[in-house]
Structures are given as structure tokens and as C-alpha cells.
């Protein structure tokens, strides 16, 4: 099964900052990667697909580039919101499968 | 608005069995893969079992296999997962998850999950 890897575990940044999370693949994956946003005692929520397509009312700050083995989740100005942690995840292979995740937290 | 409502979890004994709902409503739900997706306590997501619109095609993770099943009632709106020889490694919330996007290999959707405690 495809492996994938998040870094960093933990990014602290303070509000207005710009945040930058990776994704790596064991292989590639192509453009199918997605990526989803989960705040405590929340479900996951789904932010961008393919790459770098975002869902239905994500704000225009959370933006997704990368292709192959190597993704990018960006959000640009961080709102008090925005604090949680992040999945990407990969459909190109059975079994579908998530990375570890990144927590993004108030420094 | 879709809603996705996920309810029969509890503690049971290793070796035990459970039964999962998902309620549907405000979609066509006859139209929409379906996914179980798993959270165990303080770790990150796991997919667990996937069906299309028709239950023709419907795959499990490896570690499920055999003893996981899952359906669908497309004219009740619910799906099911029905859980035998649970183990200790099954703990987890249990999510619900609406196929969107990505011809449905995305999880659009989600319920607020229920939990699992496998325990004895």
C-alpha cells in the first residue's frame, strides 16, 4: 500500500502567518490527493481534492499544489480557525490511505 | 443539508459483535459510495470499508477482511457495517462518509462518528 508521510508533526504560527504543510507519497499517486482539516472532537473535513481543487465553501486561503509524490497544503493568513490538524490522502491505489497528520497549533 | 448520523456503538468483549448504522438524509443517497472510516483513540484516520450506489463493488482494508461486512438499504437511506470478531485493535470512532468529489474516492461528507471500545 502507498505510505504517506506528513511533516512537520507539529507546526506552531501565530494568526496572520502563512502555514505550509508537506505530503510525500511512497510512489506516486499523480494529482489524487486530497486533503482534510479536523479540529478536536470533530469530524475531518474535506479541504481540497486532487491536488489542488478546494471543496465547496473552503475559503480561498487553503490552497493545494503537487503532483506525483510531493504535495503542498498551503494557507495563507491563518484565522484562529484554522488551528487543528491535517490529513492528506491518497486514491490512486487500493487501499485508499491517510497520512499521519500535521497539527497545526497557536504559537 | 446533508446529514450523515452513525449510532450502535458501545463496549463489548474481544471476540465480541456490533452493528453500525449510518442515517442518511438531505441527498440521494441511492447515488452515493459509501465509507466507513475509523479513528482510534489519539491517532490518525484509517479507511475501513467502502460500497458503490449498487453494492456491486465493495472493498475492505486487509486488517477487516473477513471479519467486517458492509451493506446498504438504498430505500431505508442507511448504511451498515456489521462487525464480527472484534479485537482490541478495533477501538476507534467509526465515521461515516459520503463518496463526493473525485469520483467518489474523496469523503465529501462525514457523520459525527460513534464509538467502539473493544474491551473485555
Known amino acids: 500500500e502507498i505510505v504517506l508521510t506528513q511533516s512537520p508533526a507539529t507546526l506552531s504560527l501565530s494568526p496572520g502567518e502563512r502555514a505550509t504543510l508537506s505530503c510525500r507519497a511512497s510512489r506516486s499517486v499523480s494529482s489524487y490527493l486530497a486533503w482534510y482539516q479536523q479540529k478536536p472532537g470533530q469530524a475531518p473535513r474535506l479541504l481540497i481534492y486532487?491536488?489542488?481543487n478546494r471543496a465547496t465553501g473552503i475559503p480561498a486561503r487553503f490552497s493545494g499544489s503537487g503532483s506525483g509524490t510531493d504535495f503542498t497544503l498551503t494557507i495563507s493568513g491563518l484565522e484562529p480557525e484554522d488551528f487543528a490538524v491535517y490529513y492528506c490522502?491518497?486514491?490512486?491505489?487500493?487501499?485508499?490511505?491517510f497520512g499521519q497528520g500535521t497539527k497545526l497549533e497557536i504559537k | 443539508e446533508v446529514q450523515l448520523v452513525e449510532s450502535g456503538g458501545g463496549l463489548v468483549q474481544p471476540g465480541g459483535s456490533l452493528r453500525l448504522s449510518c442515517a442518511a438524509s438531505?441527498?440521494?443517497?441511492?447515488?452515493?459510495?459509501m465509507n466507513w472510516v475509523r479513528q482510534a483513540p489519539g491517532k490518525g484516520l484509517q479507511w475501513v470499508s467502502y460500497?458503490?450506489?449498487?453494492?456491486?463493488?465493495?472493498h475492505y482494508a486487509d486488517s477487516v477482511k473477513g471479519r467486517f461486512t458492509i451493506s446498504r438499504d438504498n430505500a431505508k437511506n442507511s448504511l451498515y457495517l456489521q462487525m464480527n470478531s472484534l479485537r482490541d485493535e478495533d477501538t476507534a470512532v467509526y465515521y461515516c462518509a459520503r463518496g463526493g468529489y473525485c469520483g467518489g474516492d474523496c469523503y465529501s461528507d462525514w457523520g459525527q462518528g460513534t464509538l467502539v471500545t473493544v474491551s473485555s
Open positions: 490522502q491518497q486514491r490512486s491505489s487500493w487501499p485508499p490511505t
Open positions: 438531505g441527498f440521494p443517497f441511492s447515488s452515493y459510495i
Open positions: 486532487d491536488a489542488s
Open positions: 460500497i458503490n450506489s449498487g453494492s456491486t463493488t465493495i
